[in-house]
């Protein structure tokens, strides 16, 4: 399978495509679709490429105890966990209304289905990509399932082990080749040295045949910024309207502005990182005109004197000739004319010098 592949219907990733960016609304909608809908109209204003939620089917992701267990946290929403996920958690008929929303304002619309009856449902909703959450990334039967449905897929690594990550590929290989791996820490806010950036780099070494990204929880853009520079091809950020609202995640999350400046941010380095090839560019001839050097004559050299390096020096010059790179091939050659001292040797001038795309 090639490093890229069709995330979304129209939209490669990987090699040269340009970086996918996914706004993770998560549960910082409140519970409220009107804010869940202005959330994805404002993923879309800033420019990302796709809005995400968290789906869960309650009963199928948490045992009974779990959603029994009282939460007296200041960003509860209820007395118990179960509650609190209930309050957060929207219906099926909701997700239909957001998904149809999103198409309407022309942004994709995934989500992370955080148990296996939550894949189900994103299944039939007919989601471009599943998103694998950090929690469920070594959940094995949970991936085998999820990629058999043969979807693309996007697999998020926090808490994990490289070997763990290694058993990861192999289970969603198997059966489905359509699929990336982000580097994450699972931390809210995420410190910088807790980062790790570098696993980017040992992710393309171990799975060279699927492209990279980073999920990030960290405050400020520069980090993802850094990500994409060393080759992300996907990132996926949290993002809020208010960093102040009751909620674990929003501290951790982009407010509209600093997402709108992530989006062009990666616009331009993904502009920036241009062509592996190194010529000089027909933007940098005004500067060479003005400032290349070339070899001159250190003294005055006679017709027919083999030139050595003593003879010769570097200079801004008129008329351009010889670049200083070639200095060392000119000794041992003759002169065919007469050149006046502080004058510019040319290929007319030197013997046996033949003219490329280096010499004037």
Known sequence: MPLTFELCPGRMIGGDHPCFIIAEI??????????????????????????????????SRFNKEALLRPYTSEHSWGATYGDHKRHLEFSHEQYRELQKYAKEIGIFFTA???????????????????????????????????????RPMVISSGMQSMDTMRKVYKTVK??????????????????????????????????????????????????????????????ERHVTLDKSWKGSDHKASLEPKELAELVQAIRTVEKAMGSPVKNMLSCEMSCHSKLGKFVVAKVAIPKGTTLTLDMLTVKVAEPKGIPPEEIYSLVGKKVNKDIAADSTLTTATVENCAKNDKLY
Do not use: W
């Open 112 to 150: 992370s289905g955080m148990d296996e009856m939550a894949v189900e449902f994103l299944h039939k909703l007919n989601v471009p990509f599943f998103k694998v959450a950090s929690a469920d990334s070594n959940n094995l039967p949970y991936l085998e399932k999820t990629a058999k449905n043969g």
């Open 174 to 235: 198997a059966h489905n080749s359509k699929f990336c791996v982000l580097q994450c820490t699972s931390s809210y806010p995420l410190k910088p040295e807790e980062v790790n950036l570098r696993i980017i780099l040992e992710f393309q070494k171990e799975f060279p045949d699927i492209p990279i990204g980073y999920s990030g929880h960290e405050t400020g853009i520069f980090i993802t910024v850094a990500a994409v520079a060393m080759g992300a091809k996907v990132v």
């Open 26 to 59: 998560g549960q910082n909608h409140q519970g409220d679709i009107e804010i869940a809908k202005k959330m994805i109209r404002m993923a879309k204003e800033c420019g990302a490429d796709c809005a995400k939620l968290q789906k869960s089917e309650l009963e």
